[in-house]
């Protein structure tokens, strides 16, 4: 049971995920559910509300800040990032296209094990407001891909999942060979559409038998 600060705002169905969050680690001061623009969704912090959204959103800021400097050096998306200072240190989790997910914690407290309690964090935020995944969920995967035979070629995704989400592929619209890949090796990239009419590459790479999730142009 943590102390928390006395709240300044009405709980929502978020509240217990991000309470429950806190609870796993006592270095964690304040976990934060902000959209787009860094307005706080929901919280749960022991310092004071003020200071958990401010720092809600400013990472939410920064993430605007960084994103397109990322997309001009053609690397990808922005899944996370952290900030560590000398007092606390700053981490932001994506939940989809709109909405991230901030922790402050204690100096030394947020390390790989706390990004990927994180990452399970998002997916939880994610389900309970039924947001679908973003690209960005799998980039660099691995993916759970099902696949089928296909004339031209041995074989063809049919469908996958992210997280406890199951995608039906539509159709593959292409098929090409893309060298020096993920790990360097050769990529076996399908163009599909899935049944909500996205487009994007999902790509088997051979040398590590993993699939990736790629966006178009990649």
Same mark, same amino acid.
């Given at each position: ?15 217990r995920?991000?309470r429950?969050?806190?609870s796993t680690?006592? #270095?964690? $001061? @304040?976990?934060?559910f902000v959209d787009? +623009?860094?307005?706080c *969704?929901?919280?749960? !912090? ?9 720092a809600?959103a ?19 998306e922005?899944?996370h ?6 007092? #606390?240190? $700053? @981490?932001?989790?994506?939940v989809?296209? +709109?909405y991230?997910? *901030?922790?402050?914690? !204690? ?5 790989d094990?706390?990004i ?5 964090l ?34 063809a995704p049919?469908s ?8 039906e ?11 020096g890949?993920i ?9 599909v ?17 993993r699939?990736?999730?790629l966006?178009?142009?990649?």
């Open positions: 049971m943590i102390q928390e600060s006395e709240r300044d705002q009405v709980e929502s169905n978020f509240t995920l991000l429950e969050f806190m680690d006592p #270095r964690y $001061l @304040a976990s934060i787009r +623009e860094g307005e *969704v929901d919280y749960c !912090a022991v310092i004071d509300p003020y200071d958990a959204k401010v809600g400013h990472l939410q800021v920064v993430l605007g800040e960084i994103r397109p400097a990322i997309k001009r050096l053609m690397l990808g922005v899944e990032f952290v900030a560590y200072g000398g007092a #606390r240190d $700053l @981490a932001l989790r994506r989809d296209d +709109e991230s997910v *901030v922790l402050v914690a !204690a100096m030394g407290g947020v390390d094990d706390t990927a309690a994180l990452s399970g998002a997916h939880e935020l994610r389900m309970e407001a039924a947001l679908a995944p973003a690209a960005f969920e799998s980039y660099y995967g691995p993916l759970e891909v099902e696949v089928r035979d296909s004339v031209g070629f041995n074989f049919a996958f999942r992210v997280g406890g989400t199951y995608v592929i539509d159709a593959v619209l292409g098929r090409f060979r893309e060298g890949g790990a360097g090796g050769t990529l076996e990239c399908f163009h559409r899935d049944a909500r009419g996205d487009e994007y590459l999902l790509a088997y790479d051979d040398a590590n038998r699939w990736h999730k966006p178009l142009g990649f």
